[in-house]
RNA sequence: GGGUCGUUAGCUCAGCCGGUAGAGCAGCGGACUUUUAAUCCGUUGGUCGCGAGUUCAAAUCUCGCACGGCCUACCA
């Protein structure tokens, strides 16, 4: 790999040349001064001046203080131009001899690309029509020792945006954008939320028993307490606890661990969207996600129509929604009511697919394991997937007509598994006996299987009103909304191997 | 975990058939008072990811290892 850390000579002698600089200015005072302050973002004065021509921005001479970081240079003799950059954008800074007086000009010159600079001037407008600082003062507030990534291209290796990725928010703009709309993703979810009466909570990020999800937990323990501790798979018992306390709406935007593999869309800890709402059910649900992903779209991207990988997603229309057996039919026509009803035939099928199934596996089960082969993948535009069938389904209430399916769907979208949700299982009794389905599993081996979670059916015990509930993966989400391949793209520190 | 591709200067990249390294940016020195990836002249800088092997000779061929990208498996 690529060691960021060794230094090599040339590297050695880069940051030395700099670090000769900071040793000059520690003799002369403070080098990590604190008492700059700036009173202007940069995008505050190019919204606020884009307009202006020069000879209103002289006639006004408004004295403006900014800071940041320098991304590019050009000295030029008697006058130099700075470009700085801060949270909210770059400003131009023009320096000369006759303004701030030969020496300082002269220091300027020693300063490197990637220093912190705080500048004071008044906004003009150059010949060539940028909106600049003609600066009068000028001081280096933070020497940066370590030389930036190449200015132009930015930092382009994947291993490095992501091990340090304050060089890739540095250098490129496309990555302060897209968690810039991580954030406007998530806060327009929370308002949509709060706007319709729910509460937002936090749960238990670790669990004596972990439950909620079919995934294998990380494990630690309490030293105090002597105690196993889990971290949280899934916060769905807890918010379902608080459904029975009465907080009849309730959701959580937090985080979740799953102890599997890494891909580009799995990432141990990731962020999920949990919400309960008593006396609803899952038909209410999907209606509700509809709405909510195409108001979401609308705020962050403007418009319910976008491009992801360079496919067409369109939220405006309505969602499709097919069963398991409908979805497999549409993309495989060949397969018929009878076949797929037939448990020889399906195994025969999975088989040939070189796919295994657990020996437990139900019809349902084995539909379920032939969708995910043959059409999750390929459900593009947003479809609803409903029906469930219930072995694979322990939290979930079943189907008043059909007892062997519960009232789920989960919702796909660019072939992704983004939502998953259903009427939630009430009945104590029924829950328990799931439970104990699930521990049996367990002991033969199921490492994903669900722990037996005695707090849990005490819970349903003094009564759990009918409640709809669903899970949101937030990632996926933003991958979509920011067109990104990889959910490393879209979480800051993702999880990577140790580089040493 | 499996498959596959990659790793050359701080950064972005050349270097293809083996003859022991190059450009641009950054740095340093110089010219330049409206440039904007500034420009122009000069210049420093590399045990070519690590370790073996083949060879007179390896950045280049072979094998192993490390790390990463992509695909795949588990899953959201």
């Given amino acids: 790999m690529h060691d960021t850390d060794a230094k090599t000579p040339l590297e050695a002698s ?46 006004a001479a408004k004295l403006v203080r900014v800071a940041g970081r320098m991304v590019l240079k050009r000295v030029m003799g008697k006058a130099s131009f700075a470009t700085i950059q801060d949270m909210s954008g770059r400003i131009q800074l023009y320096i000369s001899n006759d303004l701030t007086g030969e020496s300082a000009h002269q220091a300027f010159k020693h300063h490197d690309l990637g220093d912190i600079i705080g500048a004071q001037g008044a906004l003009f407008r150059t010949k060539t029509g940028e909106l600049s600082v003609r600066v009068t003062q000028l001081r280096l507030l933070t020497k940066s020792l370590r030389p930036l990534p190449e200015k132009f291209h930015g930092l382009t290796d994947q291993e490095q945006k992501y091990r340090q990725r304050y060089l890739d ?44 999800a079919a995934a294998r937990p990380f494990a630690t323990h309490h030293n105090a307490l002597d105690m196993p501790l889990y971290l949280r798979v899934a916060p769905e018992l807890y918010l379902k606890q608080l459904v029975v306390g009465g907080m009849e709406k309730v959701f959580e935007i937090n985080r979740n661990f799953r102890n599997e593999g890494i891909s580009t869309r799995h990432n141990p800890e990731f962020t999920m969207l949990e919400f309960y709402e008593a006396y609803q059910d899952y038909i209410y649900l999907m209606d509700f996600t509809e709405v909510m992903l195409r108001e979401v779209a609308e705020k962050v991207l403007g418009t319910t129509k976008f491009t992801y ?85 322990p939290l979930a209430r079943r189907n008043d007509i059909n007892p062997e399916i519960t009232d789920r769907f989960e919702l796909y979208i660019a072939g992704r598994e983004i939502a998953n949700g259903f009427s939630e299982l009430n009945d104590p009794e029924d829950q328990a006996a799931r439970f104990l389905e699930q521990a049996k599993a367990k002991e033969a081996g199921d490492a994903e299987a669900m722990h037996y979670d005695a707090d849990y059916i005490r819970a349903l015990e003094y009564g759990l009103p009918p409640t709809a509930g669903e899970g949101i993966g937030i990632d996926r989400l933003v991958m ?3 067109d990104s391949p990889s959910i490393r793209d879209v979480i800051l520190f993702p999880q990577l191997r140790r580089a040493d």
């Avoid at 700036?38 to 202006?52: I, K, N, P, V, Y």
């Avoid at 069963?323 to 026509?333: D, G, V």
């Avoid at 437990?360 to 995910?372: E, W």
């Fill in 309 to 393: 990988q360079e496919r067409e997603i369109d939220f405006s229309k309505p969602f499709t929604r097919l069963t398991i057996t409908q979805a497999i039919q549409k993309f495989h026509p060949q397969f018929t009511d009878t076949q797929l009803s037939d448990r020889d035939f399906l195994i025969d099928q999975l088989q040939t697919l070189k796919v295994s199934h657990k020996p437990r596996d139900g019809i349902g089960g084995l539909q379920l394991t032939l969708f995910d082969e043959t059409v999750e993948h390929l459900l593009f535009e947003p479809t609803f997937i409903i029906d469930y069938p219930a072995e694979v389904s």
């Fill in 14 to 59: 880069l940051v030395d040349e700099r670090r000769a600089k900071l040793t000059e200015l520690r003799k002369s005072g403070n080098a990590f001064p604190n008492d700059f302050r700036r009173d202007s973002l940069t995008s505050d004065l190019h919204r606020q001046h884009g307009a202006d021509d020069n000879a209103t921005l002289e006639a």
């Fill in 480 to 482: 979509l909304f920011t």
């Fill in 169 to 212: 928010l540095i250098t490129n703009e496309e990555t302060r954008k897209v968690f810039a709309s991580r954030y406007k993703i998530i806060q327009s979810i929370r308002e949509f939320f709060v706007k319709r009466g729910y509460l937002e909570v936090e749960t238990p990020m670790m669990h004596p028993i972990p439950g909620g």
